[in-house]
């Protein structure tokens, strides 16, 4: 399989998650678009460890390319090797990794890469009238520093395939967010129109999970509410709120507490069951899947204005609360035995922003007073701000009984942050 990425930035964490979360193997390649450092703590671990590996092949983006004016600037100033040695580590955050061998490394850099199938450049190549003209023809500044490419006339209509990074994609669209279009109609395709769910799994192909839906797909319903916004199809709109209905009346129940698989008879819709998923048994109170709810709910009122969807938010808010420990940690499951104790960090900092936005949407203070409450317990007690340290949350738990408790996972460093910026006024609302 071959791999196209641009503008690592010295992510070396990251980065290595990345490929690990993809399997990238002996038999894949990798493109590395240029851009490779700056911004990020890593520069030269990442270099180093690109450069290492024989089935990736970089190029250089503007930030090597300045790199590399100012070394040939150094060496063009003075013949002493060991002051331009010294600036160059001073040039980064990591320097103290660089050796000369890198610095050759940096230098040999091509500015292009072309395959039968594409061309790969960090910024932009020549074109006129709507072709491609010979990627020998461009300027090295031209290749790595171009934006021309975010005028869609510019765009090449003839000849190889050209992939590039250097522009952020609110250059392309004139918004900031990610272009997201394909991924609506996908997940409205996973729509059960019998049952008025959103499937959750896919199979062997035996139909097996043909009738499961999960209360954490209540976080995926924003996307289809901005497509039906963005394009104007309120068909998207449709779905979420038929499963948003559905998730109120078959995940909820009576005490606030929330199951987090149902089964559904896919050719009924009838719903046959609920199963304890990744809380401590059938019938409890699995914590993440509570925060889904508060959270997902809370949003489908925001982007619809439904009362019982801010009604529902409340009931599930107003159990989780109530539940909240002294220490302000929150188990894996409200239901969860004594001993051994598994606690899910995840869980309280999804908890946090819901309940920020509840507070928001209602005015009642207590929910500010939860999500303060809970935050103030993971900055004093399960957050880790090394630097030697990739994570911030610790004493994460993915499911109740997996072999593996108290580990850092990504979606609770997201939320936690996400939380910290709610409260400050700094967030970008992204849902």
Not at 79 to 89: A, T
Not at 169 to 178: N, P, Q, S
Request: hydrophobic content about 40%; glycine content about 10%.
């Amino acid at each position: 399989m071959d791999y196209g990425i641009s503008d690592i930035h010295g992510h070396y964490g990251p980065f290595c998650r990345l490929m690990d979360k993809i399997k990238f193997g002996g038999g894949d390649r990798l493109f590395v678009l240029g851009d490779m450092i700056d911004k990020g703590p890593d520069s030269i671990r990442l270099v180093k460890l690109l450069f290492s590996m024989p089935n990736v092949y970089c190029i250089a983006g503007n930030h090597e390319y300045d790199f590399l004016k100012y070394y040939r600037a150094m060496m063009q100033k003075t013949e002493d090797y060991d002051r331009v040695f010294g600036e160059l580590c001073r040039y980064f955050t990591d320097g103290n990794l660089l050796d000369w061998e890198t610095v050759d490394r940096f230098d040999l850099l091509p500015f292009y890469i072309e395959t039968d199938d594409f061309i790969g450049v960090h910024a932009g190549i020549p074109v006129r009238n709507g072709e491609l003209l010979p990627v020998s023809q461009a300027t090295c500044e031209q290749l790595v520093y171009d934006r021309r490419f975010k005028d869609p006339d510019v765009l090449p209509q003839k000849g190889k395939c050209v992939l590039f990074g250097h522009t952020p994609v609110r250059y392309l669209t004139g918004k900031d967010e990610i272009l997201l279009y394909p991924r609506a109609p996908r997940l409205a395709g996973r729509f059960n129109l019998a049952g008025g769910y959103i499937r959750a799994w896919n199979d062997g192909g035996d139909g097996e999970t043909a009738g499961w839906a999960i209360i954490d797909c209540m976080m995926n319903l924003p996307l289809l509410y901005w497509a039906s916004e963005e394009l104007r199809d309120p068909r998207f709109s449709h779905i979420a709120r038929r499963h948003a209905d559905t998730a109120k009346s078959a995940f909820v129940r009576e005490d606030g507490s929330v199951c987090h698989i149902v089964v559904f008879d896919p050719q009924t819709g009838k719903r046959l069951s609920s199963l304890g998923g990744q809380g401590y048994a059938h019938g409890s109170s699995w914590t993440r899947g509570q925060t889904w709810a508060l959270y997902g709910f809370t949003l489908s009122y925001l982007h619809t204005k439904e009362e019982s969807y801010l009604e529902t938010a409340e009931k599930v808010a107003c159990k989780f609360m109530a539940h909240i420990p002294e220490s302000g940690l929150i188990p894996a499951d409200f239901d969860q035995p004594t001993e051994p104790m598994r606690e899910d960090s995840s869980a309280a900092a999804i908890a946090a922003c819901g309940l920020i936005e509840l507070w928001k949407a209602t005015g009642n203070e207590a929910y500010l007073n939860g999500a303060e409450r809970l935050l103030q317990a993971l900055v004093k007690l399960r957050c880790s701000f090394s630097p030697e340290r990739d994570e911030l949350l610790e004493n994460g738990t993915v499911a109740y009984h997996d072999a593996e408790h108290h580990i850092p996972l990504i979606y609770g460093d997201y939320f936690f942050t996400e939380a910290v910026l709610k409260l400050i006024g700094k967030q970008t609302f992204l849902w």
